[in-house]
C-alpha cells in the first residue's frame, strides 16, 4: 500500500469544517502526520476545546482516508485545540484571546447567572476562562461562585500594583465585590464606575485566557461605552427573557452593540427563562412568559441564535448557594452546556470571517 503524507493530505483535503466551509488542510488544521507501514496518526487541532462537531469531523476524517486506501489501514486520530483569535498585536491583555461581552437590556433576566454558567461550562470543556463582573453597583458573581469575602491578592510589578484574580470551578474572576464589604451599598458616578472596570481591565494579571467574558450592568451605559472604548472587543451575546417589555430592552441593547461608531458583532441571543420545566418531569415545558421570543429577536436582527435555557429550581437554588447549575447532571446543565458550544462555534466563524476587533473611537 503506497501511504505517502501527500495522498493523506489530498484526502483530507475533502472534509470540510462544517463551520467555516473550507477543508481542513487549507485551513491548516492537520499537524504531525506521522506514517508507519499501514498506520497513520495524526493531529485535528480545532478552533475551540467546545466544538460540538467535533466527533462528526473525526468520522469525515476516517471517511476520506478509508475512501482513498481502504478500510484496512489502521488510523490514530487526535483531537486537539487552538482556540482562534482576532485581536492581533493587542496592547491591553495580549494574551487574551476574545473578549466577550455579556449584556442584556433590562435587569432580572439572568443575565448574571447566564455568564456564570457559561464561563464554567467553557472551563469544563477545557478552555482557559476569566469572568469579570462589572455590574459596579449590584456585584453577583462573588455570590455565585461562593467566594464571598475572599480578597485577590496584589503584587508590585514596575512601582504598579496588580492585582491577582481569585480563581472558582476553573474560571479566573474579579469583581467589585472582593474588594468592597458585602453589606455596603457601592453608590459610584458613572466616571468612577468605568475608571472600576478599566482597572478590572488593565491593573489585573489575567495570564493566557481563551475567553474572558465581562458581565455588564443591565442597560446601556458609560460601562459599556468604556469597555469598548478600553479593548478590542470579539463580540456581544445578548441575554433575554420571552416577555415583550423584556425583547424591547434587549432590542435597545442589541441595537447600541451595532451603532455604525461601536460596531461590535453580535455573537448570538440567549433566551432565558424560557420555559419552566419540572424537576420530576424534564420532558415537560410550560411556556410561562411568553415562546420564542430570543429566536424571533435573533431573527429580526439576522444574528445568531444561541439557545434556550429552562426555568428550574435548581438554578435557583445553585446560584444561593454558590455552585453553578452547569456542575450538576440534568435539563440545565446540558442546556447552558449546548449554549457554551454554541457560543464557542460563533466565536471562531467570526474570528475567521470577519475583520479583527478593534477598539472603539467615539468622536465628541
Given at each position: ?60 476524517c476516517?471517511?476520506?482516508l ?65 469572568l ?67 482597572q ?47 425583547l ?61 435555557i429552562p426555568?428550574?429550581q ?27 458550544e454554541?457560543?464557542a ?20
Open positions: 500500500m503506497n501511504l505517502t503524507r501527500e495522498r493523506v493530505l489530498k484526502a483530507l483535503s475533502t472534509v470540510d469544517d462544517p463551520d467555516l466551509k473550507r477543508d481542513l488542510v487549507t485551513l491548516n488544521m492537520i499537524k504531525d502526520i506521522a506514517i508507519d507501514g499501514n498506520s497513520i496518526s495524526f493531529k485535528v487541532v480545532l478552533t475551540t476545546p467546545a466544538c460540538p462537531l467535533k466527533e462528526l469531523i473525526k468520522s469525515n476516517i471517511g476520506a478509508e475512501k482513498e486506501f481502504g478500510d484496512d489501514i489502521e488510523l490514530d486520530i487526535f483531537m486537539t485545540s487552538n482556540v482562534s483569535t482576532a485581536r492581533q498585536d493587542a496592547q491591553l491583555l495580549p494574551q487574551v484571546k476574545n473578549i466577550i461581552a455579556i449584556a442584556s437590556g433590562k435587569g432580572g433576566v439572568g443575565k448574571s447567572t447566564c455568564a456564570s454558567n457559561l464561563a464554567v461550562s467553557l472551563a469544563r470543556k477545557g478552555a482557559k476562562v476569566g469579570i463582573d462589572a455590574d459596579i453597583s449590584g456585584p453577583s458573581i462573588p455570590g455565585m461562585f461562593n467566594v464571598e469575602g475572599e480578597q485577590p491578592a496584589v503584587k508590585q510589578e514596575e512601582g504598579k500594583n496588580i492585582i491577582i484574580p481569585i480563581e472558582q470551578y476553573g474560571v479566573k474572576l474579579m469583581s467589585i465585590g472582593f474588594l468592597t464589604p458585602a453589606d455596603s451599598a457601592v453608590v459610584w458616578r458613572g466616571p468612577m464606575a468605568s475608571s472600576a472596570l478599566r478590572f481591565i488593565t491593573d489585573v494579571e489575567w495570564g493566557e485566557l481563551d475567553y474572558l467574558l465581562i458581565d455588564l450592568p443591565p442597560g446601556t451605559s458609560d460601562i459599556h461605552l468604556t469597555m469598548v472604548q478600553t479593548i478590542p472587543v470579539t463580540g456581544a451575546v445578548i441575554i433575554t427573557t420571552p416577555q415583550k417589555v423584556a424591547a430592552d434587549a432590542t435597545r441593547g442589541l441595537s447600541m452593540f451595532k451603532q455604525p461608531q461601536i460596531n461590535v458583532p453580535i455573537l448570538g441571543v440567549v433566551e432565558n427563562m424560557a420555559y419552566f420545566t419540572p424537576d420530576e418531569l424534564p420532558e415537560n415545558k410550560y411556556y410561562l412568559f411568553g415562546k420564542e421570543g430570543g429566536r424571533k429577536l435573533s431573527e429580526k436582527f439576522s444574528v445568531p441564535f444561541l439557545g434556550e426555568i428550574v435548581s438554578i435557583r437554588e445553585s446560584g444561593d448557594t454558590g455552585y453553578p447549575a452547569v456542575m450538576a447532571e440534568g435539563v440545565t446543565a446540558l442546556a447552558f452546556g449546548n449554549v457554551a454554541a457560543l462555534r460563533q466565536v471562531a466563524i467570526r474570528n475567521a470571517e470577519r475583520e479583527k476587533t478593534a477598539v472603539v473611537q467615539m468622536k465628541a
